[in-house]
């Protein structure tokens, strides 16, 4: 049976939480462009992949929480929250855990994501993070 454009979303937020990026990088398109909750945007799969090991190393327990879903052709808005927890000389202080409401599109073409929006508040993680690296 095909893949929905929603299943495709789903099992990208499973890779992301898994922290797996070999996957994350089979089911990015070659021109995929993330764009983060201020705008910034990173294009291409290649430049993704090392973003991606690059924020798992700073949030070693990074995950997102999907409660609501929903879709419109390839396009997919799903609705929750991210959390984790900044990582400090290797270790996962409590108080440097977060948890935030998040929401995200994909844009699914030949059964791959090729675009991933955050949209956040990412305001306390930053507030997390100037406090330890300050």
Known sequence: ??????????EFVDHINSHDTASLANV???????????????????????GWKGYFELFPDYSIRVDDLFAQGPVVGLFGYAEGTFAAGGELPKEN??????????????????EWRVYADNEPVWKIMRIKRY
Do not use: C, N, S, Y
């Open 97 to 114: 855990r977060w948890k935030i409401p998040a929401a995200w599109k994909a844009v699914i073409r030949d059964g791959l994501v090729a």
């Open 1 to 10: 049976m095909k893949k929905t454009p929603a299943d495709i979303a789903l």
């Open 28 to 50: 990015m398109t070659e021109d995929f462009l993330f764009v983060d909750g201020l705008g910034q945007e990173v294009r291409g799969w290649r430049k993704m992949d090392l």
